[in-house]
């Protein structure tokens, strides 16, 4: 059981490029999210999945895509990216509704730079 | 809208020294609240959690405390040890109706150094 695992671990871009980073977990949550990780920011939300086959914009998306391929991998894509995009990456899951607390789980994160 | 304040950090302890982290909160609904701890270079852990009022969460020494009347959750553990060093991180979620998932507000995150 390896929870939710993300690609790449560490990534350097030129500004103007594209790249896609991974998210899979393997433990049959509905829903998954993508944050990045700013210093002095806390976690902020870039897009969550509810259930496979829906998306939603969280708190700054601006410049992001993602995609829910099935429900264990949830993508995240810059499509031209630019240096305040660099930050540290993580993607989570959580379980559907039910009692007890709806924590999330976090993957190691992906550490992004754009020069 | 929802949102988490904790203190800022960092906060420096020598071991066997106690620990509180003061976290509030200000929620529309009814929030479920975290602590999250992240070890340098690694994800997010879930630490512990507490899903009503005057509910204790615990984990490795750890406690907090869901006060729906301070509106708080504050972080403690009686004796710190040099492992404790990390960045916490208190959280907060609120179930929306019609909401198929549930977001995690966060504060901003306490940097722990705890010296020998």
């Known amino acids: 059981n390896a929870g939710v695992t993300q690609t790449p671990k560490f990534q350097v871009l030129k500004t103007g490029q594209s790249m896609t980073l991974q998210c899979a977990q393997d433990?049959?949550?509905?829903?998954m999210y993508w944050y990045r990780q700013d210093p002095g920011m806390g976690l902020r939300l870039i897009y969550y999945?509810?259930?496979?086959?829906?998306?939603d914009k969280g708190e700054v998306p601006n410049g992001y895509n993602v995609s829910r391929l099935n429900k264990r991998e949830f993508s995240l894509r810059l499509e031209s990216a630019a240096p305040s995009q660099t930050s540290v990456y993580f993607c989570?899951?959580?379980?559907?509704?039910?009692?007890?607390?709806?924590?999330?789980?976090f993957g190691p994160g992906t550490r992004l730079t754009v020069t | 809208g929802d949102s988490v304040t904790q203190m800022e950090g960092p906060v420096t302890l020598s071991e066997e020294a106690f620990l509180t982290i003061n976290c509030t909160y200000t929620?529309?609904?009814?929030?479920?609240l975290f602590w999250y701890v992240q070890y340098p270079g690694e994800g997010l852990q879930l630490l512990l959690k507490?899903?009503?009022?005057?509910d204790k969460g615990s984990n490795k020494g750890f406690e907090a405390t869901y006060r729906k009347e301070t509106t708080s959750f504050h972080l403690e553990k009686g004796s710190v040890q040099v492992s404790d060093s990390a960045v916490y991180f208190c959280?907060?979620?609120?179930?929306?109706?019609?909401?198929?998932?549930?977001?995690?507000?966060f504060g901003k995150g306490t940097k722990l150094s705890v010296i020998p």
């Open positions: 989570a899951s959580s379980r559907p509704r039910g009692p007890g607390g709806y924590e999330q789980y």
């Open positions: 433990m049959n949550h509905n829903s």
């Open positions: 999945s509810a259930s496979e086959g829906t998306t």
């Open positions: 929620a529309t609904g009814y929030p479920s």
């Open positions: 507490a899903t009503k009022a005057d």
């Open positions: 959280a907060l979620s609120v179930a929306y109706s019609g909401a198929g998932s549930y977001q995690l507000t």
